[in-house]
């Protein structure tokens, strides 16, 4: 069994929190959590030992537009351990413009629920 | 006159701001003239590395070389900065007696002064150095009008380049590695240089060599067969101020020097275009090339630049740097022998100049007449009618001309409306004739010291991705192509995404 | 005298189209200001929000987890939609108080000068980072070192890979934001290093940007030389002692050949010194009351340019009330406040430094460093006139340097009071 430490990060008041961990299979399982003001924080802890989510954020080249890159994000969470391969997706996408901010670029990257989305908007550039 | 192939009249080696001075004066007259450089720029040594200012001399031994052509080359700075479009002024120096053991000091310099012939010198008391520099303190100081600054890197890139309008080739980022004596008399000298960029070797064949390599004389003496001189590199550190500090200083104030003490200690010195420079410190060094800062000599410039300006704040001392001096003696000797400028009589054709440090940027013009006149020895120099002497240049930034006077500009060329540098107010088209300068000069340092471009507070985070905007997409240079200033300094890896071409989504 | 200087007239003119010029602009203009001008230097509106591609912005103002570029687009949106004019590429060259009354702006873009007479000015122009030179690191000086805001503006809009083997000298958020980055793109980030004992980025990112990928954070730590005649090759990093000064026999190397600095903002307020704006030294920003206008009468500052905030919402909030009251000094309103607000024990600033007691408002301060379960009191700091009143007592959990607190104060309680002191207790 370990004990690992995190900050809460639900509210601001950054509850520090002692969590016990064991491993069951090879995966990472909480046995208790201390420290926690409200129970929020205990769930938040359990998705974070247990399969932590995150976002991520990248930029891709545009052809053709009145900007070079739109950035991009991931709509919803998704499983750290699935960043890299959602990354890999991210890297082959070349776009062209017109692009608008909420655009799916990529639906269900690597198996996730989620989609990469466009959080810039690029116009075609004028011809000239 | 161009080079032809690669055989020349005359080859200078080393293009700091003596070597430009000598292809500029060698330039009015119709002989080919050439000059190698190392770096991939001129002044990139010593020459872009020091506090900027023309000294009156008063400093050097009545009957020196030093004394000769420091005077000399101050006399000539007036018009040679007119022509070349380049700030100078005259602010003066005081040079003060802080207590009675300084007196015969100023004493001795004030005679040492006259006899070089140093004009306006006078002795004066402290109510005349309060009018001259508020709150100054000291109990009597040399007052010497003739001390000017100048921007060191903007002279030497101006007399590069003027000297390359009158016919002159400057050859970037070539090191002489060998050297062959002349076989019999009247015949040249084979010069062997190997190309920073791409190792290449070139042979220039030259009836008359200049060694004007600075730190590396003694090297290229070796090569020609001389071993009378050892360069000992001592090194300066100093500190730029925030311009938030312009008006602080009116004159230069320098304390009365020691005995044997290798520099003339560490001051506080306006530059023309609005900072204060804290420095030199002196260090006996090893490396040539070993310009770093060190945490002692820094911690040493800021209390001193509290002490003598009260008001300063931690975020006004916005930058470091250093330069080395190319000395000839050991520092357990200190102190400075004179310049060597000669014609070698052992080397018939080889004319050398060996420990040019202070007061070598004063002196670059003067240098160039003595050196032209031991070229003359060798080779018949007949003016040409066509020298121009001008740059044709102005010595301000856009920034610094009047609005009226801008906003025509800006009319006919929109580039000057253009900021790219915001802290110091620099234009896209001065931006543009930096990258396109007549010597070819392709590193982020060249366009600094032509368009100031990150010299300001925030030290080039704002402009630096735009002006890499403007040399990808405008000039079509590949980012992991771009050089801080030399081959090994890249700033960039490439692209983080590569071009792959069309809609993959 | 040249006709190639435009002359243009605004009722409120706004420097900086961030999101603190965007939001000041739409509040000017809902607050009944009909002729609103937003100068912005890029060619596009946004400021630093376009190159933070990373969400969390917008959780208050939204209730989204936005990333900066679509934060930017909803009050690019909301600033568009008011037909409120703007002049993008264009840098204001200088301000002053103009002669005749009123406020007189030089501007500089492609399409030539432009002298710009305003009634009032909100400052927006946001912060610079501070480079390296400024604190003074010793050792050669390569390339490959970097500001982090600048290596962000190169990664995520002009698609430059800076290095391949990082470290970064500071661990505020956007020394952190940048080590995830850099990892994403397939650069390995060595360490991160921090001069104090503790981290002064948000705990979310230390967990998402350096735990998440085996980035270790060293504390107490900072890079004593730097290495490299060419490209960076490695620094030298040391612990520091309790006066921050390095401890020699702790000096280690780190081979690497990128270095970013997040080693602090600095408000751009070269322009606010120019017009004789008065400038707080903790904050770096201009001294201000509670309608956000500077000691120039007609000159209003928010957002970054006024002290440097963590969440862009608050910057959006302050820059909305600037906005409203900046339109409304324009219309004739010339409001007074009298009552000073200094910061008392454990706090190192409060803003604004000034306030009327006629109307409501809130006080945003920082403390100097992290607490726990401790309060902040709002008070009057007592003298032989006035006895020592608690205003308003706030109980906070965790109190942190890198996060802004904020209290909100009732006109009523406070009105008549001599002066204001906020401390930690």
Excluded at chain 2, 390 to 409: I, K, Y
């Amino acid at each position: 069994m370990s004990v690992r430490e995190y900050t809460c990060v639900v509210c601001p008041n950054g509850c520090p929190l002692r969590v016990d961990v064991e491993e069951r299979d090879g995966c990472p399982v909480v046995v208790s959590v201390l420290g926690n003001v409200c129970k929020r924080g205990e769930k938040w802890a359990r998705q974070e030992v247990e399969n932590p989510l995150r976002t991520i954020a990248s930029s891709v080249p545009v052809a053709g537009g009145d900007f070079p890159m739109a950035s991009v994000r991931t709509n919803r969470p998704i499983p750290l351990v699935k960043i890299r391969a959602v990354m890999d997706e991210i890297r082959d996408i070349r776009l062209s413009a017109p692009v608008n901010t909420g655009d799916v670029i990529l639906h269900n990257p690597a198996g996730t629920d989620t989609d990469v989305i466009a959080t810039r908007t690029v116009r075609a550039a004028r011809a000239g | 006159m161009p080079v032809n192939d690669t055989y020349t009249d005359v080859l200078i080696i080393g293009g700091g701001v003596v070597g430009c001075a000598i292809a500029r004066e060698l330039s009015r007259y119709r002989v080919r003239v050439a000059l190698v450089e190392k770096e991939l720029d001129v002044g990139f040594g010593t020459s872009s590395r020091n506090s900027g200012v023309m000294h009156a001399g008063f400093n050097y031994k009545p009957g020196s070389l030093r004394a000769k052509v420091d005077v000399r080359g101050n006399a000539l700075m007036d018009d040679l900065c007119r022509d070349l479009g380049l700030k100078i002024k005259r602010i003066g120096k005081l040079t003060v007696a802080l207590d009675e053991a300084d007196v015969p000091t100023l004493n001795r310099l004030k005679e040492q002064g006259d006899a070089n012939g140093v004009p306006g010198l006078e002795i004066i008391p402290p109510q005349t150095m309060q009018k001259l520099q508020k709150g100054v303190e000291g109990l009597m100081a040399l007052h010497s009008p003739s001390s000017a600054i100048i921007s060191p890197y903007a002279l030497t890139i101006a007399l590069a380049e003027n000297a390359a309008a009158n016919g002159a080739t400057i050859r970037l980022g070539r090191e002489v590695t060998e050297i062959r004596r002349p076989a019999a008399p009247g015949e040249s000298f084979e010069v062997t240089t190997v190309s920073a960029e791409d190792g290449r070797k070139e042979t220039f064949r030259a009836k008359v060599v200049v060694n004007s390599a600075g730190l590396f004389s003694d090297a290229v003496c070796r090569m020609a067969g001389i071993t009378d001189y050892r360069i000992y590199p001592c090194r300066g550190e100093y500190y730029v101020l925030d311009k938030r500090l312009d008006g602080s200083l009116s004159t230069l104030v320098y304390q009365a020097p020691k005995p044997n003490a290798p520099g003339l200690g560490i001051h506080l010195t306006p530059t023309v275009d609005g900072n204060i420079i804290i420095g030199p410190s002196a260090e006996y060094i090893d490396g040539r090339e070993d310009h770093a800062c060190t945490a002692d000599v820094m911690a040493a410039l800021r209390k001193e630049g509290h002490d003598l300006l009260p008001s300063l704040r931690m975020s006004d001392f916005i930058r470091n740097f250093a330069g080395i001096r190319a000395k000839q003696t050991p520092p357990e000797v200190g102190g400075n022998l004179d310049f060597v400028i000669e014609d070698r009589k052992d080397v018939p054709g080889f004319v050398n100049l060996v420990g040019i440090e202070s007061p070598g940027l004063t002196s670059a013009p003067a240098i160039a007449e003595m050196v032209r006149d031991m070229v003359a020895a060798h080779i018949p120099l007949a003016e040409r009618d066509d020298f121009n002497p001008r740059s044709g240049r102005s010595p301000f930034f856009f920034s610094e001309l009047p609005p009226d006077v801008r906003a025509d500009m800006i009319a006919e060329n929109p580039n000057y409306g253009e900021i790219i540098c915001r802290c110091e107010q620099i234009t896209k088209q001065e931006i543009i004739d930096a990258i396109k300068n007549p010597l070819g000069a392709k590193t982020l340092i060249s366009i600094k010291y032509r368009a100031r471009a990150t010299m300001g507070r925030c030290q080039g985070g704002f402009c630096l991705p735009r002006i890499t905007r403007i040399l990808r997409d405008e000039f079509g240079w590949k980012p992991e192509n771009f050089l801080l200033r030399s081959v090994r300094s890249p700033l960039y890896a490439g692209h983080v995404r590569e071009d792959k071409g069309g809609d993959v989504r | 005298m040249t006709l190639a200087i435009r002359r243009l007239k605004a009722c409120v003119a706004v420097i900086g189209g961030g999101p603190a010029g965007l939001a000041a602009a739409v509040a000017a203009r809902n607050a009944g200001c009909g002729d609103v001008l937003l100068i912005e230097r890029d060619r596009i509106l946004g400021g630093i929000l376009n190159q933070c591609i990373h969400d969390g912005f917008g959780l208050h103002t939204f209730g989204e987890a936005l990333s900066g570029p679509e934060y930017a687009g909803r009050y690019i949106s909301m600033f568009r939609e008011r037909n409120i004019r703007s002049l993008e590429d264009t840098i204001v060259l200088s301000l002053a108080p103009a002669s005749e009354g009123g406020l007189e702006i030089l501007a500089s873009s492609r399409a030539g000068l432009v002298a710009i007479d305003a009634n009032a000015v909100i400052l927006a122009m946001g912060c610079r980072e501070r480079p390296r030179g400024a604190i003074s690191i010793p050792g050669d000086r390569p390339s490959g070192v970097y500001t982090a805001g600048a290596a962000q503006n190169l990664v995520n809009l002009e698609n430059i890979q800076i290095g391949k083997r990082v470290c970064i000298l500071g661990s505020g958020d956007i020394g952190l934001i940048m080590a995830r980055r850099m990892t994403l793109e397939g650069a390995s980030v060595e360490s991160v290093f921090e001069i104090l004992p503790y981290s002064s980025g948000l705990p979310r990112n230390i967990q998402q940007c350096l735990n998440d990928y085996n980035i270790p954070l060293f504390l107490s730590t900072t890079v004593t030389k730097i290495h490299g005649r060419g490209r960076l090759e490695g620094v030298s990093v040391a612990q520091v002692g309790a006066d921050r000064s390095p401890v020699p026999e702790t000096e280690r190397y780190v081979p690497c050949d990128t270095l970013l600095l997040s080693v602090g903002l600095i408000p751009e307020n070269e322009l606010s010194r120019m017009c004789g704006v008065e400038i707080d030294p903790v904050t770096s920003g201009a001294v201000v009351d509670d309608t956000f206008m500077t000691s120039v009468p007609g000159v209003f500052a928010c957002g970054n340019v006024l002290h440097v905030h963590d969440l862009v919402d608050w910057v959006s909030v302050e820059a909305a009330q600037a906005g409203a009251f900046a339109a409304a000094y324009a219309a004739g309103s010339a409001p007074e406040a009298g009552i000073p607000v200094k910061p008392g024990d454990g706090v190192r600033y409060t803003l604004p430094q000034r306030v009327s007691g006629a109307r409501d408002c809130t006080i945003s301060l920082r403390v100097g460093a992290p607490w726990r379960d401790r309060s902040i009191v709002v008070r009057t700091p007592g003298s032989a006139s006035e006895e020592r009143r608690i205003i308003k007592r706030t109980k906070m959990v965790r109190l942190h340097p890198a996060e802004m607190i904020r209290v909100d104060l009732k006109a009523a309680d406070f009105a008549g009071a001599s002066g204001l002191e906020v401390c930690v207790e």
